[in-house]
């Protein structure tokens, strides 16, 4: 699925009072992150650094807060919405007779688990206890993965990926699908390159002290580190690399459930598909054959010993965030500290909200939506889409360079093109769940496991079209080609992005662009395989898609020469997807506007100096604002396939010729962009 692109009452909160004095609750939100001419640098001209002159006060302002590796528009709508969230959670958990199974029970219930510390530190390792027990009876590859079975139903990742979704070339049902996996640091590179010996040395050490901390004496943690980091290593030299798996077609590969046991003797995969509650698979999805048949032989190379200790370890790592504090410190100071160069963590409560929002989201949204997301706010969104939906229509009835077979294919996907829009019409039911007051982690595994559960009894079904795969509050967006479709949830239809106060320019350079860029993922370089049912399938004439392709490959060629930190820069191809969606964004905005500004023409009036299309385009600069830690800029180069703020904020705008003409901008100067040198698709 292609994504784009991760509290306001107050209570005595007597039920964990002492939980963490140096955690206090925050008494009022951040304030709303609006559009703001007082961002600008004026003292720098549009046409030499326009990122600069639409963000430079803003930049200069807010540099990146102690406990968060970057800062921007995203993260400050989060934050704000963070606030409100934590007033629903601790006016939630402050009411410990609501009923249990009710959305604001179940919240209550999880946050109070998490904020008392009291109580964890108090369990130390004993939540780990029976997981322990388990891995060292491990006596064969059988009871291996059993084990890992377990692991994976309760959220425990390691050896591999295993998931449901709807199957690719036949989305009206779900399939099983199995993926690499079993890495704990961000990405393959980071166990295969040079470049970052210092990371793997610093994750040699983590491990070792997290070892230690559990009970290993410091040689024999040092010895299983080496075990661990040896094992991932392996399984990183078999995984695809992040550009490879952005390939739809490669990464889908069928067998029938006997062929692929056959050619993976080494996993006792019937035990643990049995386990999985897949006794009658018919056939399996594999994204990466090649994956495992290194990960049989890798199995049947070492012994059961080595496998027991990353067993061990991947429980200790996926447990880390909900344990004492020493454990939930060590394990900040190496993924959040180390990786990404962020100082603090985020105060309790604000982890607590995402993990609860990760867990049980839509009993958390439930209450969100209620409180925050007025029906006016649905309606204007509702009517936005619909007029971007329009200009996209027509833009494909006119690109010049697309045949009319491959036009009238993309017509008629267009015409089941479909919109949710701030929250699912029906909430999940959360009430099997056990969510209980003293079992922070416990909470978090029992949710996993309903999840698992509910995911995993769909395969053969039909696929449930209603679902949505992000929670209400969450500030993103995204395309799912496997039902083409565009989801909007209600976090981020708020300032800076969709802005009731604020004129047409301002919002179709936000949310407009937004709703553009989640359109024209259905016509990107992976969304175009898809056809008007969401089936993986090739409707394009081969003269049109080397058409594409050619259009797309400038766009690789623009992002490769860009570099976020010294020797470092942006990946064309990983990025690529993003990229065009954001360039096919502000065209199909920006079309919209001039017919809103046509439709009413007093609204072509200046505001704060600045014409119509000018404040169209520093909104959407505005959007993209963003501080950033160069050890999460570099993380992010590797594994993100959205390219870096400073180059969302003017990647498409030196494509796009009335970007030139709004702020008169000629050649010769800095962000021009000869024609020759752009990318022009829809």
Not at 138 to 153: I, T, W
Not at 538 to 558: G, I, L
Request: glycine share 6%; net charge negative; charged share 20%.
């Amino acid at each position: 699925m292609q994504r784009c692109f991760v509290p306001l009452l107050l209570a005595t909160l007597t039920a964990w009072a002492g939980a963490a004095a140096n955690d206090p609750a925050p008494t009022t939100p951040p304030p709303v992150p609006r559009f703001s001419l007082d961002y600008l640098d004026r003292a720098v001209l549009p046409g030499v650094d326009f990122y600069q002159f639409a963000d430079g006060t803003w930049l200069k302002h807010n540099p990146v807060p102690a406990d968060k590796a970057r800062w921007g528009s995203f993260t400050e709508l989060a934050e704000r919405n963070a606030h409100l969230i934590h007033g629903l959670l601790a006016a939630a958990a402050a009411e410990p007779t609501a009923v249990p199974t009710s959305p604001r029970g179940e919240v209550g219930a999880f946050f109070a688990a998490a904020m008392d510390t009291n109580r964890l530190e108090a369990l130390a390792f004993a939540p780990l206890a029976d997981d322990l027990r388990r891995i060292e009876a491990v006596d064969s590859p059988a009871a291996l993965l059993a084990v890992l079975a377990d692991f994976h139903q309760r959220g425990v990742r390691g050896l591999f990926a295993a998931e449901v979704s709807p199957d690719a070339k036949n989305s009206a049902i779900y399939a099983f699908e199995l993926d690499q996996g079993g890495l704990s640091l961000p990405d393959r590179d980071y166990y295969l390159k040079e470049s970052f010996a210092p990371q793997r040395e610093a994750y040699r050490a983590h491990v070792t002290r997290m070892l230690t901390l559990l009970g290993e004496t410091s040689e024999a943690a040092a010895a299983h580190a080496a075990t661990v980091l040896d094992l991932e290593t392996r399984l990183a030299q078999a995984s695809r690399t992040r550009v490879a798996l952005r390939d739809p077609n490669k990464n889908y590969n069928k067998f029938l459930t006997p062929a692929f046991l056959a050619t993976n003797t080494a996993i006792p995969w019937s035990r643990y598909l049995a386990d999985r509650g897949l006794v009658q698979l018919p056939y399996v999805i594999v994204g990466q054959p090649e994956f495992f048949t290194a990960l049989n032989q890798l199995l049947h190379d070492r012994p059961l010993a080595d496998w027991q200790v990353y067993l061990r370890w991947h429980l200790l790592h996926a447990s880390a965030p909900f344990l004492q504090r020493a454990v939930e410190e060590e394990n900040f100071a190496f993924f959040g500290r180390t990786l990404s160069g962020q100082p603090e963590q985020e105060p309790r409560w604000r982890r607590a909200a995402a993990v609860i929002d990760r867990s049980v989201g839509e009993a958390l949204g439930q209450l969100y939506v209620e409180k925050y997301f007025p029906p006016t706010a649905r309606a204007r969104m509702n009517t936005l889409v619909e007029d971007l939906k329009v200009v996209f229509r027509d833009h494909l009835q006119r690109v010049t360079w697309m045949s009319d077979a491959t036009r009238a294919k993309a017509l008629a996907k267009f015409a089941r093109f479909s919109t949710k829009i701030g929250y699912p019409d029906k909430f999940r039911d959360y009430s099997a769940v056990v969510l209980r007051r003293d079992d922070y982690l416990g909470d978090v595994r029992r949710a996993a496991a309903f999840e698992a559960h509910r995911e995993f009894a769909r395969v053969g079904q039909p696929v449930d079209r209603a679902e949505w795969h992000m929670t209400p509050p969450t500030v993103n967006a995204y395309f799912n080609p496997l039902q083409n479709e565009i989801v909007f949830p209600a976090g981020i239809l708020q300032p800076p992005f969709f802005d009731m106060t604020m004129d047409d320019a301002v919002n179709y350079g936000a949310i407009g662009v937004v709703i553009g860029h989640e359109i024209t993922h259905g016509y990107d370089d992976e969304g175009r395989q898809f056809d008007a049912e969401g089936n993986l399938q090739d409707w394009w004439t081969p003269h049109d898609a080397q058409e594409f392709d050619a259009r797309a490959q400038k766009v690789v060629d623009q992002y490769n020469a860009y570099s976020p930190l010294p020797g470092l820069h942006v990946n064309g191809k990983l990025t690529l997807g993003e990229n065009l969606a954001d360039l096919g964004g502000v065209t199909i905005a920006y079309d919209a506007l001039e017919r809103a500004l046509a439709r009413d023409p007093g609204q072509r009036q200046p505001r704060g100096g600045f014409t119509p299309e000018q404040r169209f385009f520093l909104s959407f600069a505005q959007i993209w604002r963003t501080n950033i830690r160069p050890a999460e800029a570099r993380r992010l180069a590797t594994v993100d396939p959205h390219s870096p703020g400073q180059f969302r904020a003017v990647g498409p705008l030196v494509n796009f010729q009335p970007f030139f003409e709004a702020f008169d901008i000629q050649p010769g100067a800095p962000m021009w962009r000869p024609p020759q040198a752009r990318a022009v698709i829809w």
